[in-house]
């Protein structure tokens, strides 16, 4: 546990302001995602259920779909597998967005830590370049991801 607390720590060290706000907003979308991941898993077995048995109503779960919605069995099935597919749609669209989000949130920690890299090396002395292969001060700048794991 310490581990994750001082990765975080350091995260958020080399973050800015409003990189700190995205990566916190990124816990949430993670949160939300987990739940409609858990949600996807979860309308499974309702939906074999009422698929596969035929006095499926007896169960306490859809005799409340059955007495106080008053739905028949095809309309149990065909309820079940729109809400299925609505979820499932829902979950792809969700995940796709915070995906693309994710990338583009990393590829702006990649570029702003480069710049500042970069900055670095430009107020470093000039002796410090004399005595120093270019290619790997130009490595560095690039390769930001190697050293931190991004």
């Keep these: 546990m310490s581990f994750l607390l001082k990765y975080l720590t350091d995260l958020k060290f080399l973050l800015s302001f409003e990189q700190k706000k995205e990566f916190n907003l990124f816990f949430f979308l993670f949160f939300l995602a987990m739940i409609l991941e858990t949600l996807g ?11 596969v048995e035929e006095n499926f109503q007896d169960s306490k779960f859809f005799s409340i779909f059955i007495k106080n919605l008053n739905f028949s069995k095809d309309e ?10 609505l979820i499932y749609s829902l979950k792809s669209l969700f ?54 794991n991004l």
Excluded: C, M, Q
Aim: aromatic fraction near 14%.
């Design 76 to 85: 149990l099935i065909y309820l079940f597998l729109l809400l299925t597919f």
């Design 41 to 51: 898993i979860g309308i499974i077995i309702p939906v074999l259920k009422v698929l």
């Design 95 to 148: 995940l796709a967005y915070v995906a693309r989000k994710e990338v583009n949130f990393i590829k702006k920690i990649r570029i702003s830590l480069s710049e500042k890299l970069f900055s670095t090396y430009l107020n470093l002395p000039y002796k410090f370049h004399l005595d120093t292969n270019s290619g790997n001060l130009i490595r560095n700048i690039t390769d930001i991801k190697l050293y931190l």
